[in-house]
């Protein structure tokens, strides 16, 4: 028996869908498709695709060489919110360098946002000596009670900052901890406001609570800092999340203590305004900048979410761990959240999380070992790039990456490849022709190099 399924609904994408039924145990009765509860030899396989206009259900002709065709509806529209987020531009990139790399293609790799460092030996015994003592079964929602006030401690000594251990709660990343964190205080409605250059997920996270991203331009003369006044003109009684990210991705830029004052005033004549500042960086800067944790300025505590982690600066992505810290009331919400979708984070990467914050005064020098060797890398690109005619460079005082214009390029033609129009284009040329994988960016003159890789790879390419 075969279906051929046609999708449509007065906007977005159509689809026609060609189904191929290899068994079924299922009777048709009437003018629809009945299923035993538990079919246990239907099987489904899609044969053919094609787009056209959308509806909000399909049609789903049933055809066998015994039975007249039936046809039968299901709706399969999804969610607004699905629709309202957008895909990563930089996915068809990562698709083609994966496929590269299958295909045996040497692929320079300076997209991926982690350390190349392995894990530093003290913390992955920890993990693996919680394995061999059983530290297995389900964590705490929230987090040990062991690693939160482990937390606490490091936010105390480095940060100034004083909270309790229900105060914090453990995700699996930083990102689970923004996320989680916008869904517990956005409204539908709500504005959430994002400095630019951004990581891209920041307002696909609005979107996915209902609230509406909203853009702060910012410039290289002023090194991608955002100015307090073009933040004033942007905020209105519907602004109800501020977005910080310092030491920022993508620009490696570190708001200076004085600009975080100034930001601050703006912020407090705004009583529905809140602040997420994004500090996974903080570790990873070069002197003389330093790292000032937003909450700690005055006023700015009771109205601040601190989300950190110990994917970047400790070189465990892998170990996927990140924590939130604020005032109770919005903290408890995210451990709600939390606790109706990945529950507590892995038992295994806690133990090594404690070990990590053991090692000292912001990393000790297991990560002053690696911010080092980021320095080295960064300053040769810097060099190496800036003597490129026509290209502009942001040199960045943290984190691992460097932001360059290379729009003077854009409008050329290269033969076999076609033209070169954005960034984006930029990428999939240098990954054909060159295959070196980097990221295009939300501003389309601008792109994105990394310097978390080995030097070898940053040798080859300059």
């Not at 957008?86 to 982690?114: H, M, N, W």
């Not at 109800?240 to 030491?247: A, N, T």
């Not at 924590?323 to 133990?351: E, L, R």
Request: glycine residues 6%; contains cysteine; hydrophobic residues 40%.
């Amino acid at each position: 028996m075969a279906a051929s399924l046609q999708a449509g609904s007065t906007s977005g994408i159509a689809r026609n869908h060609t189904f191929q039924r290899l068994h079924s145990a299922a009777p048709c009765y009437g003018n629809s498709i009945s299923f035993l509860p538990q079919p246990p030899s239907l099987h489904l396989k899609l044969t053919g695709t094609s787009n056209s206009v959308r509806f909000s259900t399909i049609s789903a002709m049933a055809k066998s060489s015994d039975t007249a065709a039936e046809v039968v509806e299901l709706d399969i529209s999804l969610s607004p919110r699905v629709y309202s987020v957008k895909p990563s531009k930089t996915v068809a990139i990562t698709d083609q360098a994966t496929a590269l790399a299958e295909a045996g293609v040497p692929v320079i790799r300076l997209a991926a946002g982690e350390p190349d460092f392995d894990t530093p030996a003290v913390i992955a015994e920890a993990g693996i000596n919680a394995i061999r003592e059983g530290y297995t079964r389900y964590s705490p929602n929230a987090g040990t009670q062991e690693l939160r006030a482990a937390i606490c401690k490091k936010l105390k000594e480095e940060n100034g900052l004083s909270y309790a251990p229900d105060q914090v709660v453990v995700s699996n990343g930083a990102k689970q901890s923004i996320i989680q964190a916008v869904l517990a205080v956005c409204s539908p409605g709500d504005e959430v406001v994002i400095p630019a250059p951004f990581w891209v997920s920041y307002p696909e996270m609005a979107r996915l609570a209902d609230a509406e991203p909203v853009i702060v331009p910012t410039s290289i003369s002023e090194n991608f800092l955002m100015d307090p006044k073009v933040l004033q003109s942007k905020l209105t009684e519907k602004s109800r999340l501020l977005i910080l990210c310092s030491p920022s991705n993508p620009t490696g830029s570190v708001y200076p203590r004085e600009l975080l004052e100034e930001i601050a005033k703006i912020v407090a004549k705004h009583p529905r305004l809140l602040v997420l500042s994004d500090e996974i960086y903080e570790h990873i800067i070069y002197e003389p900048s330093k790292h000032t944790s937003f909450a700690s300025l005055p006023g700015m505590w009771e109205r601040t979410l601190t989300v950190n982690g110990f994917s970047k600066a400790f070189a465990m992505t892998g170990w996927r761990l990140g924590y939130i810290a604020g005032p109770k009331h919005f903290v408890s919400a995210c451990n709600k959240i939390q606790s109706q979708s990945t529950s507590g984070a892995s038992s295994i990467s806690q133990k090594a999380a404690v070990a990590a914050l053991g090692l000292g005064y912001a990393g000790g020098e297991a990560v002053a070992t690696m911010v080092k060797a980021f320095r080295e890398r960064r300053d040769v690109l810097v060099k190496s790039f800036g003597e490129i005619k026509g290209v502009k460079i942001s040199e960045p005082q943290g984190a691992f990456y460097l932001f360059i214009d290379f729009s003077s390029y854009y409008g050329s033609v290269v033969e076999g490849f076609g033209e070169i129009v954005d960034s984006e284009s930029l990428c999939r040329y240098l990954l054909d022709k060159a295959q070196v994988k980097n990221k295009s960016c939300y501003l389309y003159q601008w792109f994105l190099c990394l310097y978390c890789a080995s030097m070898v790879s940053y040798l080859f390419l300059v």
